[in-house]
């Protein structure tokens, strides 16, 4: 039996070019393992800017074009840094960090936000930073301009606003989209339908990292508003015992709020937001908020969505688990204080009633 040889140097260079044009990122950077001329092909940026526009439609925007191609190895290291997710890797986790924190500044970073709605981009953004003149270190939390920039924008992302005529035109533009599922099951239908990206890139460094779990990691309907449904994205981060954050992790919670014209099944982006907390609940702003954002970005990465998924449960378990303890410490002290006050009265009315009684 004749055995079949492909040889690929018997296929021009254009051709191979235009085959690995047509790859996925992951069986790209497998064929750039193969052989020096197609590590030479792989190498084109080209090939990873198409990658990167189909996957993130917020880099092909005008605005996001320096900002990667600026970075070393463009857009190739900004794909290979972002598809992956961030993963609750404790090893190593205060090697992760090798930046002096006085020298992180809001405007390092950019930010490229996409909604998808089976595979249909909602809404994308990309934000470039804030320009701030000072750097700001983790004893900076008291600083106006830093603090404004922790709670409000860039974590605050509201698309352009549509119109009801819009609407009536049946006009499925870049911001609303018809649904698949059925009306009484929007829950779950959110649930699988929408995924969300949230990448973070250091424009200094050319590091980039995706915040988002990518699917929903619960969405819930608000029932005082008029089709009004919240859905949850994030990650969580392994942080330095320097922080003193409990337990050592801090999740990123990013807060995508969507509506659904019932009338005509179509859905829009609203809001997205994100902020940081940790496992006690407690909001992390200021300069901590910086160190942990850009130690994110040398957090460990996985494909496993499912092991991303479990993280994020283990630490909701550990933040139950300090919101009990809390409840319970409350309620004893709350107890020993109507002990105290039951004792203190008891006290007056043994002094107090003999006294009474003389004077009677």
Known sequence: MEHLKCDLKCLSRDILADIMARLDGSTLASAACTCSDLRGIARNQRLWKQLCNSTWPSTALDEAQHLISSSTDGFRRFYADS???ISNDHKDANNYFPIQPTLISPSNFALFIDVYYREKCITSSVLDGIPMETDFGQDDDTTTGLMSWVLNCPFKVV?????????????DGHDF????????????????????????????????????????????????SNGDYILHFGCIIPVQERLQLPHN???????????????????RSKEVS?????????????????????????????NNRHAVKKGYIQF????????????????????????????ILLILGYRILPIYYMVQ
């Open 83 to 85: 598809y992956p997710l």
């Open 159 to 171: 698309p352009s606003d549509i119109n009801d005529e819009d609407i009536e035109d049946g006009d």
């Open 177 to 224: 989209i018809s649904l698949v599922g059925k009306a009484d099951d929007r829950c779950n239908e959110l649930k699988e339908g929408i995924r969300l990206s949230w990448v973070l890139l250091d424009k200094k460094r050319g590091k980039a990292g995706n915040l988002s779990s990518w699917k929903p990691l619960s969405v819930k309907k608000i029932w005082a």
């Open 249 to 267: 992790l801090a999740k990123c919670l990013i807060v995508a709020r969507c509506n659904i014209e019932e009338k005509h099944g179509y859905l």
């Open 274 to 302: 994100m902020h940081i907390e940790d496992t006690s609940g407690a909001y992390v702003n200021g300069g901590k908020s910086l160190i942990i954002l850009n130690q994110a970005l040398y957090c460990s990465r996985s």
């Open 316 to 343: 909701e378990g550990r933040k139950q688990e300090i919101i009990r303890k809390k409840k319970l410490e409350e309620t004893m002290a709350d107890w020993l204080c109507i002990s105290f006050e039951v004792v």
